[in-house]
């Protein structure tokens, strides 16, 4: 039996391997595999991360933390499903971002100064509390899921991105 090359199968084949292939060069271009690491810096590729990452290097946790630790949850799978979704809404908002946001009518995909999402606000607030946990339990007593619940960040704001400089 003989395979025959249909029109429309050609075409879907070679639809799927320039599409492969634009999508392996972006990953390429973009340093894609170090974002499947550990690494700060990696983080800082991005210029709206700058402030951030500086005062992460100047600040108390640069010695026993990383962003991973305070941004992602510590175990996979979700480590790498929070590292998806970020990077999926990250390269999204650069995309699409005007290249004028602050002019009128200009498209907003997000907002400079960058600021956290309530999933990652959640991601943040366990990560709190799994180094810090024995010695704020009293002070959380159990809530930090409700709308009401207090919030590390809320009076410690300054830890990780605080305005040392």
């Not at 320039?18 to 210029?47: E, I, K, M, R, W």
């Not at 990452?53 to 480590?79: E, V």
């Not at 002019?103 to 600021?115: K, L, Q, Y």
Request: charged content about 15%.
């Amino acid at each position: 039996m003989k395979f025959r090359w249909s029109r429309a199968l050609l075409a879907l084949s070679i639809l799927v391997g320039a599409l492969g292939g634009v999508g392996l060069f972006t990953f390429s271009y973009a340093n894609g595999p170090a974002y499947l690491g550990n690494d700060p810096a990696t983080c800082a590729q991005c210029h709206i991360m700058n402030d951030q990452f500086d005062s992460w290097r100047k600040g108390p946790h640069h010695a026993s933390a990383t962003c991973n630790d305070c941004h992602l949850p510590p175990q996979f799978p979700g480590k790498y499903v929070a590292k998806g979704l970020n990077g999926y809404h990250h390269s999204m908002g650069f995309t699409f971002q005007s290249p004028t946001p602050d002019e009128p009518g200009a498209r907003t995909v997000f907002h400079e100064p960058i600021r956290i999402k309530d999933f990652n606000s959640q991601i943040l607030q366990d990560n709190c509390l799994r180094c810090h946990g024995d010695m704020v339990h009293d002070i959380v007593r159990g809530s930090t899921w409700a709308d009401d619940a207090i919030r590390c960040v809320h009076c410690h704001s300054a830890v990780g991105h605080g305005a040392r400089r």
